[in-house]
């Protein structure tokens, strides 16, 4: 019988032939008999590619943009002047924590995790079935594995209780789990995978998820979030999985910050996960911050060509926590604006577009925010030439080293009764002497408190999306903040979408919604 088959050219998995790349590509060819599939490794690797190219999907501003950023204390969307950003009033609703399952980055980033699930068990099925063999196919069903196990980690981070599905031939409509139960199943997931893995970082694995370091690194994540996602605190094994990433060869902190975003970031030696965008091969989920946050004047400043949509920007408090000589202030664009060549960029003959860290609102139709309220987001490198629906070519960082040295940092804290010892903070120090160039401005362990650690995870990693975790962890996320009331806790978790719960009624809604 013959079937047709969606075929990824992911040139990431090139690596596997005597040339290496990192970048993703997409391809579709015409049908293939499935059981003329599969002949080689490189066949095998290349249907293993359609995971990367569905990672990608993970910066759409209607997915992960909305569920790890819009909502948090670090970004905002508001209604500006000239009627632009009301879109029904999702933006609104998402910062004031006003959650509705119908609301659409429910349903995208539900589709995200799930679409990813189904796909990692639709390549095990197929590569279980395949009669080739080679050196190293093990190896290849940990690392689809693995990646299943980050888009459950996801699913169970945003949505909590969900169904478990390992099995592509089982029709039947799947379970609800608790938070608890799925959390145990991708710990043993990754646990089990984890021999099978690369010892450490080269060319041929950049960008996958077959390295120990990711799967330690997201080990340690879901170790630090276990008091809130299993209901118990795990505080050696969130310092034991940090300090198995720390004590991989290969990974360091650059001197300069900026070289983990640049457009060529490839080389990062801090970087342990990404996902690879290029703005020629990269096609359909796209990587496009210029345009989320930028004036479309911005164009003349960068040397851009594709129209900017003046949405996205910093929240006051959140720029205000920034020391002045804090070298990553520059992750954000902040005053008169000028083009590449320095004439001023005016918003009308007596205006200049001047990004301002003050908003006057965030819907207030009769006194708007301003066009160029709050400040915009530059940690990435813009790359002059970008046309219209024409990807950056930086690769999205999902996780870092700093991450392993502050993840532990807190775990020894947490473990101290929330208090700093010596050892945590030397830890936060080597992150912090990068921001400033020298130890002036180093923490003590009088200084370094919960909440001034929950400030410098947010500096260092801002709009990483890692945000939301971190305030839910401080049980920060239902306080009050500008034009956001405080929460509801059962808005710590987002509500099952209204269209999967109809096709599942064996699914049932989130408490609270």
């Known amino acids: 019988m013959k079937k047709s088959i969606l075929k990824y050219t992911v040139l990431l998995c090139c690596v596997m032939s005597s040339w290496s790349c990192t970048k993703l590509d997409e391809e579709v060819f015409s049908s293939i ?86 796909m990692c068990n639709q390549i095990l099925y197929q590569l279980g079935g395949s009669k080739v063999d080679f050196a190293g196919k093990d190896k290849i069903f940990a690392e689809v594995k693995i990646a299943r196990a980050f888009f459950y980690y996801r699913a169970m981070d945003w949505f909590g209780n969900i169904p478990i599905s390992t099995d592509f031939k089982d029709v039947t409509l799947p379970g609800q789990h608790t938070r608890a139960e799925v959390w145990d199943f991708i710990v043993k ?127 006051e408090d959140f720029y205000n926590a920034y020391d002045a000589s804090d070298k990553r202030i520059k992750s954000w664009l902040v005053g008169p604006q000028f083009s590449a060549s320095g004439q001023p960029l005016m918003l009308s003959p007596t205006r200049q577009l001047t990004y301002r860290n003050h908003i006057n609102a965030l819907y207030n139709p009769t006194a708007p925010a301003l066009l160029d309220d709050g400040v915009r987001f530059k940690k990435y490198e813009y790359e002059a030439g970008l046309k219209d629906n024409e990807s950056m070519s ?51 362990i009088a200084t370094l408190t919960m909440n001034e650690l929950l400030a410098e995870l947010g500096r260092e990693f801002v709009w990483e999306y890692h945000r939301r975790q971190d305030l839910i962890r401080f049980n920060k996320w239902n306080v009050a903040w500008f034009e956001k009331p405080a929460g509801n806790p059962n808005h710590e978790l987002y509500p099952i979408p209204t269209a999967v719960l109809n096709v599942n009624p064996k699914l049932r809604q989130n408490p609270g919604y």
């Open 33 to 118: 008999p499935a059981d003329g599939f599969f002949r080689n490794e490189a066949e095998v690797m290349t249907n293993v590619g359609r995971i990367y190219a569905q990672l990608r999907r993970i910066t759409g501003r209607f997915g992960a943009g909305s569920l790890d950023l819009v909502g948090t204390d670090e970004c905002i969307i508001p209604f500006r002047e000239t009627n632009l950003w009301y879109d029904n009033g999702l933006w609104i609703a998402l910062h004031r924590h006003q959650y509705d399952p119908n609301l659409t980055p429910m349903s995208v980033g539900y589709s995200f995790c799930f679409d990813g699930i189904s």
């Open 394 to 444: 930086n690769d999205w960082v999902v996780f870092r080293y700093a991450d392993a040295l502050m993840t532990k940092a807190e775990a020894l804290m947490r473990k101290n009764g929330n208090v700093a010892t010596q050892q945590a903070v030397d830890l936060v120090n080597q992150v912090r002497f990068r921001a400033f160039g020298d130890h002036s401005h180093d923490y003590t």
């Open 189 to 315: 997931e990754i646990k089990d995978n984890l021999p099978l893995l690369n010892d450490a970082p080269n060319t041929n694995n950049y960008g996958r998820t077959s390295t120990k370091a990711m799967a330690n690194m997201m080990l340690a994540k879901l170790y630090l979030n276990a008091e809130k996602w299993k209901g118990a605190a795990m505080w050696d094994e969130t310092i034991a999985s940090a300090e198995a990433v720390i004590n991989t060869p290969g990974y360091s902190l650059p001197a300069d910050y900026f070289s983990n975003f640049a457009v060529n970031n490839a080389g990062s030696k801090e970087n342990i996960f990404v996902v690879p965008y290029d703005k020629t091969r990269t096609t359909g989920s796209i990587l496009q911050l210029h345009c989320w946050t930028l004036h479309t004047l911005s164009q003349q400043t960068f040397g851009l060509i594709a129209f900017t949509w003046d949405g996205y920007a910093g929240m």
